[in-house]
């Protein structure tokens, strides 16, 4: 059987390396893996593919950067001709992003089986690009694997049929583990004792000038009490170019590669991001997440983890850096199922019998 993966932007790679890896292992399974092209800064990219051994892609259609429906519809145009080409059997799609959505249509019209790992998560925010790629990719898989039992209550709400729902649980996570003792063994090379790790670049946070420039007075705030240490999207890095913003009391990096991520994340007293993927991994970690958005796609880590919704609000973002300060930060759990070893169950269900027994009989009776 013929697995072909689309990747295309920062979250998917450590999403795919786990499940590339246990389909490696199995019988019958031949593995194509297609770069769309939508982030392709070294740091954006390529070190994520070196750190999570990754193989170079089989294609990379070099897409880049552009408006939604350009980027989508370039997507669409370069991967409709490799599809064609190499007449995979079913293609995998991870996430929310362009590619993603973009790569589910390709298939749905080639009729092309589509497993969308990642599958059922709901902000309930239409204005994020992200929550339409979600719906758009989940009403079009034919294979949906859930890393949560809020994913399997959306998709049962919106009619989705259950036997097509598989809950393996989160695939991020196995990147995680598998990468966490290099990370531990990153020396701290001049870090703070203790620092308030950012991330931004949604959107609804960088794109709009004086809510950029708010966030960042917030940011300036806190640092009077905790050292604020924020490596830079390329998106939001533009932005910030564009404004009047006094950057001098926090430590600005570049993107970091994954492993060292991870060892900031650890090791970070707060993490205060917009992310999806983070408030996962501080879930895992253990340390206080605080999310500058309204809602999020991720329930659990709310209800289950250390995750907490601040809003756009930086009196909300304050008050709860001093409650992690003063040592009352959320302590939570490890969902289940968030265990290291989701690559594995999501091979097991595309190779064992229920999904390829009957391509097996197909082709050799
Ligand atoms: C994309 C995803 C978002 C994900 C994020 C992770 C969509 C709709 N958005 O957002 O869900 O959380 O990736 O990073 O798919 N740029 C570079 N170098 C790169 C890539 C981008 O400089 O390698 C700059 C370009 O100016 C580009 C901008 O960043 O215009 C935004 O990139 P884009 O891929 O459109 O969206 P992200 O904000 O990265």
């Given at each position: 059987m013929h697995f072909l993966h689309v990747v295309g932007a920062r979250p998917n790679f450590m999403k795919a390396a786990p499940v590339l890896r246990a389909i490696q292992s199995r019988p019958y399974a031949r593995q194509s893996l297609i770069h769309t092209g939508q982030h392709y800064d070294a740091n954006m990219s390529d070190v994520f593919f070196r750190q999570l051994r990754i193989p170079v892609p089989d294609v990379n259609l070099g897409i880049g950067s552009g408006s939604h429906a350009k980027q989508t519809a370039d997507i669409m145009i370069g991967l409709e001709e490799v599809i064609i080409d190499r007449k995979p059997d079913v293609v995998l799609v991870y996430g929310d992003v362009n590619s993603t959505a973009a790569a589910a249509l390709v298939c749905a019209k080639l009729n092309i089986k589509v497993a969308h790992v990642e599958a059922g998560l709901r902000s309930m925010d239409r204005t994020m690009p992200e929550e339409i790629n979600r719906i758009v990719t989940d009403h079009l898989a034919d294979i949906l694997f859930t890393p949560s039992v809020d994913g399997d209550q959306n998709l049962a709400k919106e009619g989705v049929e259950s036997n097509k729902v598989h809950r393996v649980g989160n695939v991020m996570i196995d990147s995680l583990v598998e990468l966490l003792p290099a990370a531990r063994a990153i020396p701290r090379n001049g870090l703070p004792g203790r620092y308030a790790l950012v991330t931004l670049h949604r959107p609804s946070n960088v794109d709009d000038t004086s809510r950029l420039c708010e966030i960042i007075q917030t940011l300036a705030d806190v640092s009077s009490d905790l050292p604020v240490v924020f490596p830079v999207h390329p998106r939001t890095r533009q932005k910030l170019a564009s404004i009047d913003a006094n950057l001098s009391l926090l430590q600005i990096l570049d993107p970091l590669p994954y492993i060292e991520f991870v060892a900031l994340e650890e090791r970070a007293a707060v993490v205060i991001t917009d992310s999806g993927g983070i408030q996962e991994e501080t879930t895992y970690l253990g340390v206080p997440c605080l999310t500058m958005r309204e809602n999020t796609e991720r329930p659990i880590t709310v209800d289950l983890g250390t995750n907490t919704l601040v809003g756009t609000d930086g009196t909300a973002l304050r008050r709860e850096v001093d409650r992690i300060l003063a040592g009352h930060g959320k302590k939570g759990k490890i969902p289940p199922l968030w265990d290291g070893h989701t690559g594995e169950r999501i091979a097991e269900c595309l190779c064992?019998?229920?999904?390829a027994g009957p391509y097996r009989q197909e082709r050799h009776p």
């Open positions: 064992g019998p229920s999904i």
